[in-house]
């Protein structure tokens, strides 16, 4: 494991491989080295401790760099905007290792582009984390305090697999804890979190981090080889996209 320094002091967990399944064990804390040793059996060596340093061509190709849905899904944005989801889960250390990067993309795109996050579940015990999003996301502090929650768990070993540990961490960052909980066990989070599962069916997502352009074109790092590579593969399909050659 390797801590990167990235924009505002920020540390990010670097490992090998660069995606996450239904087969991380979080049912104990993370444990890293079995993280990294599901990841290596399942994915194999994609990519080196700095992934970043690895590129796709700058033309993607279709079937390869990224997916073509059959069946496009609802975009949920104002005609003439380009809907960004990414798919993800707080207890992933390449969604971590891929945030800082990915906001700093979000904020170098025009006003048409729309971006929004998409919490997983593949099992039950990833629940916790959806509804700790799907809940900041209803306060509108998801944007604001994504970043300190990645870092709380694959920095300071703080699981927050709980709502009570949850509410404690997040009272550390102003966030009055009796409304947290009073937000996670709504009936808007339950709903969403429905909701957020038929989008992750929808679009097909086994893996995260996964990066879902226009309801239609569907990119991760297990397609395009590196987190740097996505990056890129979302510059070209918002630009095909934008100048409706997609």
Known sequence: MTLLTVAGNRQV???????????LDIQHGFNMKKVLGALLVSFGLIAGAMQFAHATP???????DYTVLSAAQPVDVPAGKIQIIEFMWY????????????????????PDVVFRRVPVAFR?????????????????LA???T??????IHVNRNDLLTPDKQ????????VDRKTYLGVYNSFTVA????????????????????LAVQGKYVTGPAQTGSLQGVLQVLDYLVTQVRAKKL
């Open 13 to 23: 967990v670097v490992e090998q491989g660069c995606f996450c399944n239904e087969s």
């Open 58 to 64: 700058a033309a993607p190709l279709a079937g390869t």
């Open 91 to 110: 207890g992933c250390p390449h969604c971590n290792e891929f945030d800082p990067y990915l906001e700093a993309w979000v904020r170098q795109q025009g």
């Open 124 to 140: 039950d015990d990833f629940i916790p984390h959806s509804k700790m999003l799907l809940a900041l996301d209803a306060m509108g």
């Open 143 to 145: 944007d604001k305090l």
């Open 147 to 152: 970043p300190v929650v990645f870092r709380e």
């Open 167 to 174: 509410a404690d961490f997040l009272a550390t960052q102003g």
């Open 191 to 210: 709903g969403n979190l429905k909701r957020a599962t038929a989008l992750m069916s929808g679009y097909r997502v086994n893996g995260v981090p996964t």
